[in-house]
């Protein structure tokens, strides 16, 4: 257990990281921001970034599994600098209240900084124009045309993979947390893409069956 001192030190050492940003509103979807924050929010020395959390006002959010989250940020204290942006999938963002989340998505795109949606996070993506000059996936196609209607023009650039990435952004249905996780630290340069793979397998196909692949030195 760390003491005082630990602690310290530890939230002195993230504020010299890099910040990756993820956006929760209430009832997200819990099992898809795992394995992402996990690793970005590590505490190994040779990982450069952190995890803050944003809700629209800075409120309290609960996950759909009843976790409950303060946010660091609300939509008015996002700070100028940061490498990303993840929304993380849940109801809330087909009400009309995610439309608030608008203007830091463009802003954030207009930094030429990455911007990753999974499950209903890309849905919010087609719903306003951001998927319609990329390939993409999300939980179907025919649920973008449905819920997207005419903001969404790029039904063509739509591909039936767990993760998709191209340019800036990154998308994903709600079953492929892993996807969307090694797409995210490929983009970041987490580390090697050797290294990346092997991690991935691991948490795809478990220890005994990554240890046939790779040894025990996992």
Not at 61 to 68: E, I, K, T
Not at 70 to 98: H, N
Request: with cysteine.
């Amino acid at each position: 257990m760390m003491s005082n001192g630990d602690n310290l030190y530890f939230e002195e050492e993230k504020k010299m990281k890099k910040t990756v940003l993820l956006f929760l509103l209430s009832n997200y979807a819990d099992w898809e921001a795992g394995y992402v924050s996990a690793e970005l929010n590590s505490s190994e020395d040779d990982n450069p970034y952190c995890i803050k959390t944003i809700s629209i006002k800075g409120e309290q959010v609960h996950s759909m599994g009843g976790l409950r989250v303060l946010p660091d940020y609300s939509l008015e204290t996002v700070p100028d600098e940061y490498e990303a942006l993840i929304l993380i999938g849940g109801t809330g963002w087909r009400e009309s209240e995610s439309e608030k989340i608008v203007p830091l998505v463009k802003a954030t795109l207009e930094k030429g900084k990455l911007v990753s949606g999974i499950c209903d996070g890309s849905v919010f993506l087609a719903k306003h124009g951001f998927l319609n000059g990329v390939l993409h996936t999300s939980n179907s196609l025919e649920d973008l045309k449905k819920y997207a209607t005419t903001e969404y023009t790029n039904a063509q650039g739509y591909i039936n993979e767990p993760a998709v990435a191209d340019g800036d952004i990154i998308t994903a249905n709600g079953t492929s947390p892993l996807e969307f996780a090694r797409l995210v630290f490929t983009k970041l340069h987490l580390d090697s893409e050797q290294m990346i793979k092997q991690w991935y397998d691991f948490n795809k196909l478990g220890e005994i069956e990554a240890q046939k692949i790779y040894g025990t030195n996992l």
